[in-house]
């Protein structure tokens, strides 16, 4: 019997603790073990949960339990989840999270103090949810050099990306929208405006590449600035507006990473990414190109990912199953501003400002050539340019959305 404590009794690790309780049978054959959740730790009472008898507000009370070989970290953030995290680690105990800001921040750190402790931190459900992404890129995809891996990593923002497709709404319409049925939070700022994603990619890069990036030093762009002819004017072109996070390797020594809003090819399979469902691709020198496609969050998918990773920490009690990356070096990363891309402007200014600035150009749109188009708005694609070089052709220029295009 191996014994597991719960810290966070919100809706991951209540959905934690359901499944181990619904499945305790196909998990134990899994696991080649009988697994029971001991102690939950969280500073609400929950008279009314049939798991009550188990919820203490005391951590120390797991912390300093020889028994409990398992710690699930589902509190969420990077203040007390890190303090009790390392505690954990450094009392011997194996820790699995679905916590992709601790993760992203602190992951070398925590990472370091399990492979010294000869214990396990796994985070399987801190990027994709209940999707398998972090096993495949450590395991089954290890005999590859990977050199790209990008994605639809949010599952708010591609709702709302979705919805103003298919519904000719507003941004601001949608996002009430979400709200209501509980897909965005009342403060949807960390969704909106790329950090979450920003968190989820910045872990993929440090899976692929092998050191750590910072999400506090990467470019995010959210996508409060989508307009309703954004999407109209994409989809002239043949693309739809998708929020990527994607990093790659530039050469042996260097990478970039950012997160924004792209324009892509609906000949791309990520443009059949609708709804709440996420994506992942993932290009290695070997394999070409794989995708990973499911629900990125939510109760039960997540804690389907957090509840094998427990498996897996039980199975490699004495074995530990080593993740981990390097410090990286100053420059290692490289400003995204720096990469040559296509771009998609919408701007007010007119004919001759345009063609000053960028010659002759494909137009996708005149003014007032559809109902809601601006009287005075162009719309077009440029040739590959760097963000830097753009920024400086558009000076003097009223530009109203700037995209990037993923060919």
């Given at each position: 019997?191996?014994?597991?404590?719960?810290?966070?009794?919100?809706?991951?690790?209540?959905?934690?603790?359901?499944?181990?309780?619904?499945?305790?049978?196909?998990?134990?054959?899994?696991?080649?073990?009988?697994?029971?959740?001991?102690?939950?730790?969280?500073?609400?009472?929950?008279?009314?949960?049939?798991?009550?008898?188990?919820?203490?507000?005391?951590?120390?009370?797991?912390?300093?339990?020889?028994?409990?070989?398992?710690?699930?970290?589902?509190?969420?953030?990077?203040?007390?989840?890190?303090?009790?995290?390392?505690?954990?680690?450094?009392?011997?105990?194996?820790?699995?999270?679905?916590?992709?800001?601790?993760?992203?921040?602190?992951?070398?750190?925590?990472?370091?103090?399990?492979?010294?402790?000869?214990?396990?931190?796994?985070?399987?459900?801190?990027?994709?949810?209940?999707?398998?992404?972090?096993?495949?890129?450590?395991?089954?995809?290890?005999?590859?050099?990977?050199?790209?891996?990008?994605?639809?990593?949010?599952?708010?923002?591609?709702?709302?990306?979705?919805?103003?497709?298919?519904?000719?709404?507003?941004?601001?319409?949608?996002?009430?929208?979400?709200?209501?049925?509980?897909?965005?939070?009342?403060?949807?700022?960390?969704?909106?405006?790329?950090?979450?994603?920003?968190?989820?990619?910045?872990?993929?890069?440090?899976?692929?590449?092998?050191?750590?990036?910072?999400?506090?030093?990467?470019?995010?762009?959210?996508?409060?600035?989508?307009?309703?002819?954004?999407?109209?004017?994409?989809?002239?072109?043949?693309?739809?507006?998708?929020?990527?996070?994607?990093?790659?390797?530039?050469?042996?020594?260097?990478?970039?990473?950012?997160?924004?809003?792209?324009?892509?090819?609906k000949t791309s399979l990520l443009s059949n990414v609708d709804g709440v469902m996420n994506g992942i691709v993932v290009h290695g020198n070997a394999l070409g190109e794989a995708m990973f496609y499911g629900a990125g969050a939510g109760k039960r998918p997540t804690a389907s990912a957090v509840v094998a990773d427990v498996i897996d920490a039980v199975k490699h009690m004495q074995a530990r199953k080593y993740l981990g990356w390097e410090e990286s070096e100053d420059g290692y990363v490289v400003d995204a501003a720096d990469i040559k891309m296509r771009w998609y402007l919408r701007t007010g200014s007119g004919l001759e400002d345009i063609g000053r600035a960028f010659g002759n150009v494909r137009l996708i749109s005149y003014p007032g050539d559809y109902p809601g188009a601006?009287?005075?708005?162009?719309?077009?694609?440029?040739?590959?340019?760097?963000?830097?070089?753009?920024?400086?052709?558009?000076?003097?220029?009223?530009?109203?959305?700037?995209?990037?295009?993923?060919?």
């Open positions: 019997m191996v014994n597991v404590a719960i810290l966070g009794f919100g809706t991951v690790g209540s959905g934690v603790a359901e499944v181990m309780e619904e499945n305790a049978i196909s998990i134990a054959h899994n696991a080649l073990e009988k697994i029971k959740v001991k102690r939950i730790v969280d500073v609400r009472d929950f008279p009314d949960s049939p798991f009550s008898e188990m919820i203490t507000r005391d951590f120390s009370l797991v912390e300093n339990d020889p028994d409990i070989k398992v710690v699930v970290e589902t509190i969420g953030g990077a203040g007390v989840a890190y303090d009790y995290t390392k505690r954990s680690l450094l009392a011997g105990k194996s820790v699995v999270t679905s916590n992709k800001e601790l993760v992203a921040t602190h992951g070398h750190e925590l990472l370091s103090i399990a492979k010294e402790k000869n214990v396990n931190y796994l985070f399987e459900a801190s990027v994709g949810g209940g999707i398998p992404i972090i096993r495949p890129i450590t395991q089954c995809l290890t005999a590859n050099e990977l050199d790209e891996v990008y994605g639809i990593l949010n599952g708010t923002t591609n709702y709302i990306l979705s919805q103003m497709v298919q519904g000719n709404v507003t941004f601001e319409e949608v996002l009430k929208d979400a709200q209501r049925l509980g897909y965005a939070e009342a403060d949807p700022t960390a969704d909106i405006e790329g950090y979450d994603a920003a968190r989820k990619i910045c872990i993929l890069a440090d899976l692929c590449f092998g050191k750590s990036v910072d999400p506090n030093k990467i470019s995010i762009s959210g996508i409060r600035g989508v307009t309703a002819q954004d999407v109209e004017y994409a989809r002239r072109l043949g693309y739809k507006i998708k929020l990527l996070g994607r990093a790659y390797r530039l050469d042996g020594e260097h990478i970039t990473a950012y997160v924004s809003p792209h324009l892509i090819s601006g009287p005075d708005e162009y719309a077009f694609a440029t040739e590959p340019i760097t963000g830097r070089e753009l920024e400086r052709m558009l000076s003097g220029m009223d530009v109203r959305s700037m995209f990037r295009i993923l060919d």
